[in-house]
């Protein structure tokens, strides 16, 4: 018997395994810390799939060195025909007239493939359903598969039984607009762990697994109360435990779409965009006069965002934006350079990554640097200016405490500990709340790989469960009755939204 915990994560995707006695972490790639894989999946335009760092390196080295041209596709004809007025109607056709126009769609016919990165968080998003790779569409379900299916070969060599039940995890809200997005993201995500091949499988809370794996070694005593803060990548998770009749019995649960993702995202913006051009002014010939005008940045940001598309800032139009205000000179005329190099060398990947290096460097040191060679881009990061572009997100992690305190009936105080976990909760500002709203109980716990942890010492333990000899009411002896979700039944009421209720 197996307990067997796959943590898929918007950034970082991890494997556990617990036989009773031990926790391992299977290697999900040949290197060193290759415990911790990069949810990463590259598609090869002849459909050839690379998860992991592999696809990292590969699409990047398919990248550098390489310059976008883009290539007008014809994708058909429109005609449009106007109708004549009262004046024209003696004419022939009572003088309509009709335009045909090409249409035309930009394409990098050079790209030699798409990498994907937080798939995750489209995965409870009812208007992406497909995405369009090279000449074929893929279903947001397709783009998570190759990713599981890596997961689930790691355990090949495992002495698996056929009652285990591989435990993969889930936030507790999926990212997405319209109400449905969890019922949306599991639907998917079930689908998707089946396409894989898991076979006997259910997927389980995250917070709940975070708090389950700190706990395995320094056990609640009973009636106390803990709390897990699990940051990642693309969700901050929340849940409220509390050890009753010697079990873990869940209180609360919360959760809000904000991550690691979202600070580089406004990283970016805050502090390479002016880098770029953002804020420029620029001359422009109007008639038989120069003009002064802002650079129209704003053509550019959104894309530059969202990189994987960033290609098609490489539109002759644009392109020709670009070239004019590069004639400016000065720092103008740097900055949209470098702005020319990122959209000729399809680069905004780059920046992010470099984004992504100061901001972790920013946990030990006071200082870091945005750095990107092939840019001559070094823009200084302090601590105080990563603070302040983290402060909007934090209320919102300020407002979710709240809530599940709410939800789970306790004041601050009342928690013995405050589990903390994710890459995203290393930032020194959330310690500095943590601390603030809970002095002295805040620990942090295995960032990376508390999740996996948890949710295979929950399969573990629920396969041992349906193993132990039955009482005549039909439950395993000792236990108490369970929820299908897994959780204890017999709690305090519950709220639609899921959450414990009653207060104190
Ligand atoms: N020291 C650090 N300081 C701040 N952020 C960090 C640090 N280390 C990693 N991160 C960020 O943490 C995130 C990854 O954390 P983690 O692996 O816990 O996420 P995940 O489990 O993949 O995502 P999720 O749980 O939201 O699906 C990334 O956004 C990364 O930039
Ligand atoms: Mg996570």
Redesign the pocket.
Known sequence: MLGIGI????????VAVYDGQRLRYLPLEPVAGGE?MP?ALYLSRDRQAEVGRAAIDRYTLDNSGRTVQLTAEEVGAITVTVAGTDATRGLEDGGSITHSFEVHAWTDQDLPGRLFRSV??WLGSASVERVRVFDAHYRIVALATPVLSHLREALADEKRSASDVAFI?R?VRYEGRTADANEIAVARMTEACRHAGFRRMQLFP?PIAAARSYLEERPLAEGETALAF????????LSVVESRDGQLALRATHGVPI???E??RRLYRAKVFPELGEGSRVHRPVLDEWREEDFPFDRFGDRLLNWALAYDLNRPELLEILVQGMREGGDAGRCLERLYSVVKGNLSYSVFQAI?RA??????VERSEIVVEDLDLRVPLERAELDAVVTPLLEQADAALEEVLASAGLAADDLSVVVR????????A?IRLLERRFPGRVVEHD??TS?AAGLALASWEEVARGQRPRSPDGHAEGQRPRSPAGHAEGQRPRSPAGHAKGHR
């Open positions: 943590d898929f994560g918007t950034t970082n995707s991890t911790v949810t995750k968080r995890g936030p995250e699990d940051f990642g990548g693309g969700t901050l998770d991550g690691g993702d600070i580089d992504e901001k972790v460097a920013l946990s030990e976990t994710g890459g995203s909760s290393r930032l020194d959330v960032p990376f999740i």
